[in-house]
């Protein structure tokens, strides 16, 4: 039987759509393995690949996948796939002129961080921290065949003490910001950032969601930003209900002796909510 020209259009427009895709796809892995940085962005590209050639065929829900000598279990495939490519495609984690002995990451999540780190620096001892009990139970799978690895399921704030904190279903974003972190409410132990260091630390991580105003006031107050040496924050600006405070964060980190670098994308409307990546290296 023909095809009238409008069924035509339709295939000829369902296949430029699905070509698209695949480009979309491919692309960033195809340029990760050719052009990162990484010494393993070959294996890590085909990993990726091969998780979305998964999700595309399989029928069932996808929670797990092997990445780097790792299994890595998660409780949402398209939540994790976002988080693979941002973490390893982007390369936002890179630029330490040493390896990093010592490493504190704050938001760890699901591990993909301290995984990332381990593969750029297998020698380095890492403490992770994780406010959300849920997430902790998969950080704590995922980072159990990792050496020197250390992780504690509490939230870092500016004070010591149990805080509301907010997550969604099958959702990797939780947060003590209700309108940031979801409909679910939970308390949580707080402690300040500054009990986690007592001696020198390489390499300070935090992706705390809204909480690093308070608890860079509080490490700043506590004295031992000189044992930092070298930070990878993620500031959350204009959160939903807060007042803006970049300037004050950003002075704060040149008081204490950083320079520092920042990237963000501009968000579509003024005011709007945007995640602003600091990198800050003290200066002497």
Not at 60 to 66: I, T
């Amino acid at each position: 039987m023909a095809l009238h020209w409008w069924q035509f259009w339709m295939l000829l427009k369902k296949s430029i759509a699905r070509f698209s895709s695949m480009v979309g796809v491919i692309a960033p892995a195809l340029s990760f393995a050719v052009r990162g940085s990484h010494p393993k962005r070959v294996a890590i590209a085909a990993a990726y690949l091969h998780l979305r050639l998964r999700l595309a065929l399989s029928r069932r829900p996808l929670r797990r996948m092997s990445l780097l000598g790792t299994e890595v279990h998660f409780n949402d495939a398209h939540s994790f796939t976002f988080l693979f490519s941002e973490l390893f495609f982007e390369e936002i984690y890179g630029g330490c002129e040493q390896p990093p002995a010592t490493i504190i990451d704050c938001g760890s999540n699901i591990g993909m961080s301290i995984l990332l780190f381990k593969s750029l620096w297998p020698k380095s001892k890492i403490l992770g921290i994780e406010a959300s009990p849920e997430t902790f139970l998969l950080l704590k799978e995922n980072v159990k065949t990792l050496h020197d690895v250390t992780i504690v399921n509490k939230a870092v704030s500016g004070r010591r003490g149990i805080v509301p904190f907010y997550s969604g279903p099958n959702s990797l974003l939780s947060s003590t910001n209700a309108l940031r972190g979801g409909g679910t409410e939970i308390s949580v132990e707080a402690v300040p950032l500054s009990d986690f260091i007592d001696d020198s630390i390489d390499l300070l991580k935090t992706d705390i969601e809204g909480s690093e105003i308070d608890a860079f006031a509080e490490l700043e107050a506590s004295g031992k930003m000189p044992l930092i040496r070298q930070m990878f924050i993620e500031y959350h600006h204009h959160l939903p209900g807060e007042m803006p405070g970049l300037s004050s964060f950003l002075g704060r980190l040149e008081r204490c002796g950083f320079d520092y670098e920042l990237a963000a994308c501009l968000p579509s409307r003024s005011g709007s909510f945007q995640d602003i990546f600091i990198r800050a290296k003290r200066n002497d």
